[in-house]
């Protein structure tokens, strides 16, 4: 069965610490694979995708993300957290087969402590 | 500014309404999407269109009608069969052809849909 799963459904970071949300999937073939954030009451936006380039990929606010094939993980970091950083965040899987499809994790709520 | 406008922000809709939800893209798309996002859950397809005239069932299709008469437009019905109907609803659309491209989604705000 091809899944995604995040790890996390809620973490919380002191502000200027590092952030790591963590996202693993499942899939028999190579993905592409997206996170995206969601501020309340409002619809997702694109942080990052990979499609099978570079394998560590930056994306915009400070995000990046490393694609790793041997753990089948994608985890999103940022170095040093700002408050505007607080939202919900979506590790999306795309999957190419004979039945292409798109998959959203359960979502990860990322609070930001003063 | 290019993006995806959803309106109304808030519904209300009583027992045995159908109620449709619009969605409008200026960005020139081929491809749009209706999702429905429950709290705690990430987002289910309802259903998707790779083109004018064409759509295809997602996960979650039942209880859902849509249509694709304007490359720009991507109506979603919430019909009466629909028994849980209360949720926000997100649309989306993509460059390519649907899901068999790995084209990022672009979204717009939502509409949340509420049973009086």
């Known amino acids: 069965a091809q899944s995604v799963t995040q790890l996390d459904s809620h973490v919380s970071v002191s502000e200027g610490t590092p952030v790591l949300l963590r996202c693993n999937y499942s899939?028999?073939?190579?993905?592409?694979l997206f996170w995206y954030v969601q501020h309340p009451n409002k619809g997702l936006q694109l942080l990052l995708k990979?499609?099978?380039?570079?394998?560590l990929v930056k994306g915009i606010n400070g995000f990046e993300a490393e694609f790793k094939k041997s753990e089948t993980s994608f985890h999103l970091t940022k170095p040093s957290a700002h408050m505007s950083d607080a939202a919900e965040y979506f590790c999306?899987?795309?999957?190419?087969?004979?039945?292409?499809?798109?998959?959203f994790g359960s979502g990860t709520r990322l609070s930001i402590r003063p | 500014d290019g993006g995806i406008t959803q309106s109304p922000k808030y519904l209300f809709r009583k027992e045995g309404q159908n109620v449709t939800l619009s969605c409008e893209q200026n960005?020139?798309?081929?491809?749009m999407y209706w999702y429905r996002q429950d709290p705690g859950q990430g987002l289910r397809l309802i259903y998707y269109?790779?083109?004018?005239?064409?759509?295809q069932k997602g996960d979650i299709a039942e209880g859902y009608s849509v249509s694709r008469e304007k490359k720009e437009s991507f109506p979603l019905t919430v019909t009466s069969a629909q028994k849980n109907p209360t949720a926000f609803y997100l649309c989306?659309?993509?460059?390519?052809?649907?899901?068999?491209?790995?084209?990022?989604?672009?979204f717009g705000d939502g509409t949340r849909l509420s049973i009086l």
């Open positions: 990979y499609t099978s380039a570079a394998t």
């Open positions: 999306v899987v795309m999957l190419y087969s004979s039945a292409s499809k798109i998959i």
């Open positions: 269109s790779q083109i004018v005239n064409d759509f």
């Open positions: 960005l020139n798309h081929d491809a």
């Open positions: 989306a659309s993509s460059i390519g052809k649907g899901p068999d491209s790995n084209q990022p989604q672009h």
């Open positions: 899939s028999s073939y190579s993905p592409s």
